[in-house]
Protein backbone atom coordinates (compact mmCIF):
# COMPACT_ATOMS: atom_id res chain seq x y z
CA UNK A 1 0.00 0.00 0.00
CA UNK A 2 1.34 3.27 -1.05
CA UNK A 3 1.84 5.88 2.13
CA UNK A 4 3.22 8.86 2.33
CA UNK A 5 4.17 11.27 5.08
CA UNK A 6 4.59 15.22 5.23
CA UNK A 7 7.07 17.19 7.09
CA UNK A 8 8.65 20.64 7.51
CA UNK A 9 5.53 22.39 8.01
CA UNK A 10 5.14 25.49 10.89
CA UNK A 11 4.55 28.93 11.86
CA UNK A 12 6.34 31.63 9.78
CA UNK A 13 5.97 35.30 9.21
CA UNK A 14 5.43 37.13 6.01
CA UNK A 15 8.46 36.84 3.63
CA UNK A 16 9.35 33.82 5.25
CA UNK A 17 10.14 30.36 3.72
CA UNK A 18 9.34 26.98 4.61
CA UNK A 19 10.62 23.60 2.32
CA UNK A 20 8.13 20.61 2.78
CA UNK A 21 9.30 17.07 2.72
CA UNK A 22 7.04 14.09 1.59
CA UNK A 23 8.69 10.59 1.94
CA UNK A 24 6.72 8.10 -0.21
CA UNK A 25 6.76 4.47 0.45
CA UNK A 26 5.10 0.94 -0.26
CA UNK A 27 4.86 1.29 -4.14
CA UNK A 28 7.22 -0.87 -6.37
CA UNK A 29 5.69 0.70 -9.92
CA UNK A 30 7.08 4.26 -11.16
CA UNK A 31 4.02 7.13 -10.18
CA UNK A 32 3.28 8.99 -13.59
CA UNK A 33 3.34 12.40 -10.97
CA UNK A 34 3.90 13.79 -7.50
CA UNK A 35 2.30 17.17 -6.68
CA UNK A 36 1.24 19.32 -3.11
CA UNK A 37 -1.98 20.61 -3.07
CA UNK A 38 -3.36 22.87 0.49
CA UNK A 39 -6.61 23.76 1.58
CA UNK A 40 -7.13 26.38 3.92
CA UNK A 41 -10.03 27.08 6.42
CA UNK A 42 -13.55 27.61 4.38
CA UNK A 43 -11.77 27.12 1.37
CA UNK A 44 -12.06 24.75 -1.77
CA UNK A 45 -8.73 22.14 -2.18
CA UNK A 46 -6.48 23.88 -4.58
CA UNK A 47 -3.23 21.99 -6.50
CA UNK A 48 -0.26 23.79 -5.71
CA UNK A 49 2.52 22.03 -7.91
CA UNK A 50 2.73 19.24 -10.14
CA UNK A 51 6.04 17.44 -10.86
CA UNK A 52 5.70 14.67 -13.81
CA UNK A 53 8.50 12.30 -13.04
CA UNK A 54 9.38 10.33 -16.27
CA UNK A 55 10.17 14.06 -18.14
CA UNK A 56 10.76 16.32 -14.61
CA UNK A 57 8.12 18.94 -16.19
CA UNK A 58 6.04 21.05 -12.97
CA UNK A 59 3.22 23.11 -13.33
CA UNK A 60 2.13 25.40 -10.46
CA UNK A 61 -0.88 27.35 -9.49
CA UNK A 62 -0.73 31.24 -10.89
CA UNK A 63 -0.66 32.21 -6.88
CA UNK A 64 2.62 30.53 -6.35
CA UNK A 65 4.33 30.85 -9.21
CA UNK A 66 7.47 31.76 -8.92
CA UNK A 67 8.16 31.80 -5.34
CA UNK A 68 7.10 27.99 -4.53
CA UNK A 69 9.69 24.69 -6.22
CA UNK A 70 8.75 20.97 -6.90
CA UNK A 71 11.29 18.65 -6.77
CA UNK A 72 12.10 14.95 -6.54
CA UNK A 73 14.76 13.06 -5.27
CA UNK A 74 14.32 9.59 -7.02
CA UNK A 75 16.75 7.53 -4.50
CA UNK A 76 15.10 8.56 -1.52
CA UNK A 77 11.52 8.81 -2.95
CA UNK A 78 11.14 12.26 -1.79
CA UNK A 79 9.38 15.38 -2.69
CA UNK A 80 10.22 18.42 -1.79
CA UNK A 81 7.91 21.91 -1.82
CA UNK A 82 10.55 24.81 -1.26
CA UNK A 83 8.52 27.84 -0.35
CA UNK A 84 9.77 31.09 -0.14
CA UNK A 85 7.94 34.58 0.40
CA UNK A 86 5.50 33.04 2.24
CA UNK A 87 2.22 35.38 2.74
CA UNK A 88 -0.47 35.15 5.20
CA UNK A 89 -2.69 33.68 1.93
CA UNK A 90 -0.51 30.69 1.95
CA UNK A 91 -1.87 29.36 5.33
CA UNK A 92 -3.06 25.58 4.73
CA UNK A 93 -3.28 22.39 5.26
CA UNK A 94 -0.85 20.98 2.38
CA UNK A 95 -1.12 17.54 1.29
CA UNK A 96 1.49 15.12 -0.55
CA UNK A 97 -0.01 13.27 -3.51
CA UNK A 98 1.28 10.67 -5.39
CA UNK A 99 -0.59 9.93 -8.94
CA UNK A 100 -2.85 12.58 -8.74
CA UNK A 101 -1.82 14.39 -12.19
CA UNK A 102 -3.82 16.75 -14.36
CA UNK A 103 -7.01 15.22 -15.75
CA UNK A 104 -5.71 11.88 -14.58
CA UNK A 105 -6.08 9.69 -11.27
CA UNK A 106 -4.02 6.62 -11.24
CA UNK A 107 -5.12 3.61 -9.31
CA UNK A 108 -2.87 3.16 -7.08
CA UNK A 109 -3.48 6.95 -6.14
CA UNK A 110 -2.81 8.56 -3.01
CA UNK A 111 -2.68 11.52 -0.30
CA UNK A 112 -0.24 11.52 2.87
CA UNK A 113 -2.28 12.86 5.95
CA UNK A 114 -1.33 17.04 5.33
CA UNK A 115 1.19 19.17 7.31
CA UNK A 116 0.46 22.93 8.47
CA UNK A 117 1.41 26.05 7.35
CA UNK A 118 0.50 28.79 9.32
CA UNK A 119 2.27 31.96 8.10
CA UNK A 120 1.60 35.22 10.17
CA UNK A 121 1.66 39.01 8.62
Known amino acids: RVQLVESGGGSVQAGGSLRLSCAAS????????MGWFRQAPGKEREGVALMYTGGGSTTYADSVQGRFTISLDNAEKTVYLQMNSLTPDDTAMYYC??????????????WGQGTQVTVSS
Open 26 to 33: GYTYSPNC
Open 97 to 110: TIDVCLGWVGPDSA
